[in-house]
């Protein structure tokens, strides 16, 4: 059975083509530091945004007309399945990620959730057999249901950390069973509203408990993915202990965990932090702690995380420069953590979304890999800091002054020249390497 009858397999046709159903720019064989697109760009369709997401709001019901939305429960679950990987192929896509509770119907009894868990991974297990789409990363959800609603394993109720625990612990399982190549912790609701009932102290070494027993038991089933954070800086909860990227490597070195976690970093959370995407790319960078990315943005005009399929090809390429910086994703990859809006409610907006935001990771790559060719910002950059590379800068790189002879050095400057930063000029150089990108 098909339930998405009125779209066929999306195919690159180039910039000349019309096809709202095709790609422009993405050329899966296209090639990138020895690797194609498809393999450097590691592109992941998001379950609960593409295929369990309704299109509520706080003040509006779902909208989003589904082939599926016939069935319900365990039904409406296992047509779903079918229908993401009819969705997989079809977008041609290598990943896709998934909360368990996305993919399976969670109840107020334990044993019974988990069972549900098991079927639906048993038909998920069977689809991955013959698609070429393998598992990103899971995660599970510990922030719908109420008796979250203090938090999962910062919770000040042991009852709920324990039944946080029996979730990630099947998590971690089912990553196995998967073949899944990391594993998501977003703190939905880890974190608190008012200091005024909260003990911080207590809720922060519980989180790292939990982190280590997640740890010690991948190795005891063999789980051998990566484990990534993503920071969010508020929302649901007010204040999110994983707040941003700094934070977190913070919090990981704070209590030995840095070893073992990378970040999964959300174009939208950044922005939510006060920062760039690229900033947010760039602090995991430097500290080798750049796992995967949730590839999405957010709206300047509204406060909150929009989760809207990325298109603003600064932020593509300024995201793209750090990733190929950093020689890739490893086993991470671009996942949508993205929604149609809620007036895109036809099941052909979920291919022309994706479509849309492939075609402009591709751009964002293309101009991120010329600029980095032609050393465009690499070398203005490695100039700008030319004054450590000799003499006393070179002697304060190499750990060799302290403040007597840097104060002696002071005391013998006869002028003080600063260079221009050039910031408007190079944003001039940026907006040309974008509109020549595919002119050349
Ligand atoms: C929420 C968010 C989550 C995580 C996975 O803002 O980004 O969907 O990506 O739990
Ligand atoms: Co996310």
Redesign the pocket.
Known sequence: MSYFQNVGPIKYEGPKSNNPFAFKYYNPEDQINGQSMEDFLRFAVSY?HTFTGEGTDPFGQSTMVRPYNTFSGMDLAKARVEASFEFFQKMDVPYFCF?DFDVAPETDNLSETLKNIDVIVAQIKENLKTSKTKLLWN?A?MFSHPRWLNGAATSPNADVYAYAAAKVKKGLEVAVELGSENY?F?G?REGYETLLNTDMKLELDNLARFFHMAIDYAKEIGFTGQFLI?P?PK?PTKHQYDFDVATGIGFLKTYGLDKHFKF?I?AN?ATLAGHTFEHELQVARINGMLGSV?ANQGDTLLGW?T?EFPTDLYSTTLAMYEIIKNGGLGSGGLNF?AKVRRGSFDPEDLFLAHIAGMDSFAIGTKVAQRLLEDGVLENFIADRYESYRSGIGLEIVEGKTDFKKLEQYALGLTEIKNKSGRQENLKAILNKYLLEAYNQ
């Open positions: 609960w909360h995660t959800n998501v977003w939905g993503e969010k929302e999964n959300e959370h949730d995380d989760d953590d």
